[in-house]
Every structure is written in structure tokens, then in C-alpha cells.
């Protein structure tokens, strides 16, 4: 904002928004926001545009997590076969979550996949995040709660599921663990003040936690 006043002939070719919600940031998004700087600062050194490199005298922050929390096998069953014929919209928010915890993709390609993606009963695709760093090609088989998913989708035309919007999926997936009981306390880390905390996993849980849930549980079973 203070750029904003200060400048208000640059800002006006933009569209900005009339109010603008600025929240504190946590620590390992400023750790992480003040790495990409430094990556374009060293850029522009090696590349002759900045000819001072003082900015590399600053100590950035190292990024804390806790531990992992995901659903166990258990539960994950438990919410898969919840009926929820009586509300649509939890039951194919559900669907969406239980699929991606049986895949184990991000939500970025879990809303790009089409039935092109899917190969001899495998997913197929090439993650969105680091396909400009490798662009490997990840196979996974699915499983028949995975091809049950799938075939209540049968009649749409190209997506292999329906398209969502993360910030409304995120909601869902807390309403749905919420109402089918999933209040097993979870030991997390706050991101803003880095106190541990106590926290039912329906409260924490998001679409992370399905890639999670299919990553720890496999690990359970073989450790590679």
C-alpha cells in the first residue's frame, strides 16, 4: 500500500482489487519468499546487472515443519464408504479427496487429469511443479476402490473428475472428515508462531493431507 500511494501513476494500469486482505505471513513462507529473492539477486550478479552482492552477508531462516499427519488406512476406509447419498456436493468432494489419497498427486494435477491420463489401469502424468526441472512420467496402478471412483465419472466428457476450485475443496475435505468422526488429535506445528499444538485432524487436514496419506502409509509398507 505504501508503494501504492506513494506511486499512483504506475499502479493505475493495473486492476487491482479494492481491498486487498493482507495477513501476517509465517516464517517459512518468508524463508522461503526471501530464497527465491537471493536465487534472482545471485541472477543478476552473474549476469552483470548488480554489481554489489552485500545481500549475500544476510542469514536466511531455515524453514520448520513438524511431523507428518495423515490419515491411517483405517480411516481413510472409514470415509470412503460414508454414504452420503443425501448430500451431492460432500459425496463427489469426497470422491475427489479419496482418489487423490489413492494416487497420491498434488491437487494441480489432480484437476488437470483427463482420461487421457489414464493407461492399462494406470494414472499417467507428468507433474505440473517440476516438469521444468525433470519431466519424468509417474505411473500409478490403480487399485479397485480407485477404478470404483472412477467410474461414477464415466459421463463427463473429457475430465476424469470434476473440476473444483482448492480453496472450496479445502473446506469440503475439513466438513467431510469432520462429519464422519475423523477428531483423532494430531501433534502440529502453528506456521506463524511455531508452537506445538493440539488439533483434531479434521480441523488441519487439506488436500496435502491425501498425498500424504498415500505417501506415509506406503512408506508403512515399504520404507524406500
Known sequence: WEYMEQNPE???QFKLAKSIDIRPMSPNTL??????LFMFLNWCVK?????????????LAQEVYGTPYYLTIQERDKVFYHDFSQNPRLDFHRDKFMFQCLIGCRVSDLNSLTKANLVDGCIEYIPQKTKHEHASTVRVPLN???KDILARYTDLDD????????TMYNKMIKRILKHVGIDRMVRTLNPKTRQDEARPLWEVA????ARKTFIGNLY????D
Do not use: M
Open 10 to 12: 504506475h499502479f493505475a
Open 31 to 36: 524463508s522461503c519468499s526471501a530464497k527465491r
Open 47 to 59: 549476469n552483470g546487472y548488480l554489481k554489489s552482492a552485500g545481500f549475500r552477508n544476510v542469514t
Open 144 to 146: 479397485q476402490k480407485a
Open 159 to 166: 475430465a476424469l473428475l470434476p473440476r473444483f476450485t482448492q
Open 206 to 209: 487439506t488436500s496435502h493431507t
Open 220 to 223: 508403512k509398507q515399504v520404507k
